[in-house]
Antibody
Framework: QLQLQESGPGLVKPSETLSLTCSVS??????????WGWIRQPPGKGLEWIGN???????YYNPSLKSRVTISVDTSKNQFSLKLSSVTAADTAVYYC???????????????WGQGSLVTVFS | QSVLTQPPSVSGAPGQRVTISCTGS?????????VHWYQQLPGTAPKLLIY???NRPSGVPDRFSGSKSGTSASLAISGLQAEDETDYYC??????????FGGGTKLTVL
């Protein structure tokens, strides 16, 4: 059974870079037809897609976050990572990683999801 | 403001049937992209409930069903149970190369 687990600092200072890693177990991150995504959810609010990556390194980002986001993959460790630069209090959220089905460049459903990691931007 | 519009809240009595709408536009749902639904229990990650407009993953009760027409989609829950009281989100894809979510709907079982 495929499982994903986020890890990284729970506190980040304003203007610094948020860094999270998602470890994949029970399956290979190099599977075809799947992208690997990041989604966030501010406290009490809805879901926002951040971006995703294919095992080859191909990435797609939310246009509203694109200038600050970098997603990378390490197939040797079966992990992918998120970096979000110049954070502010508005970036405080639970960050989820998830596997995303893709069909010829069109992105479909997320399943499964990691349990989520709360990151607070706090000075 | 979400690209997909959901009602903030819906309610129904135990045993009743409720529907949650998800309204998009010609660049996403209306363009033929699939709609997926997630159930999010308090303090937990979203769980895939319906995929490809109307398909249920293994283990999801058949009380949950989905449909799509034009630029909108709907999630229907029949035989409401107390355990169904939680948040529900729709998700699709937009021609701008973006994955999009609805703002979420809180279901209250009266």
């Amino acid at each position: 059974q495929l499982q994903l687990q986020e890890s990284g600092p729970g506190l980040v200072k304003p203007s610094e870079t948020l860094s999270l890693t998602c470890s994949v177990s029970g399956g290979s991150i190099s599977s075809s037809s799947y992208y690997w995504g990041w989604i966030r959810q501010p406290p009490g609010k809805g879901l926002e897609w951040i971006g995703n990556i294919y095992y080859s390194g191909s990435t797609y980002y939310n246009p509203s976050l694109k200038s600050r986001v970098t997603i990378s993959v390490d197939t040797s460790k079966n992990q992918f990572s998120l970096k979000l630069s110049s954070v502010t209090a508005a970036d405080t959220a639970v960050y989820y990683c998830a596997r995303q089905r893709s069909y010829g460049g069109y992105f479909s459903r997320f399943d499964p999801w990691g349990q989520g990691s709360l990151v607070t931007v706090f000075s | 403001q979400s690209v997909l519009t959901q009602p903030p809240s819906v309610s129904g009595a135990p045993g009743q049937r409720v529907t949650i709408s998800c309204t998009g536009s010609s660049s996403n749902i209306g363009a033929g992209y699939d709609v997926h639904w997630y159930q999010q229990l308090p303090g937990t990650a979203p769980k895939l409930l319906i995929y490809g407009n109307s398909n249920r993953p293994s283990g999801v009760p058949d009380r949950f069903s989905g449909s799509k027409s034009g630029t909108s989609a709907s999630l229907a829950i029949s035989g409401l149970q107390a355990e169904d009281e939680t948040d529900y989100y729709c998700q699709s894809y937009d021609s701008s190369l973006s994955v999009i979510f609805g703002g979420g709907t809180k279901l209250t079982v009266l």
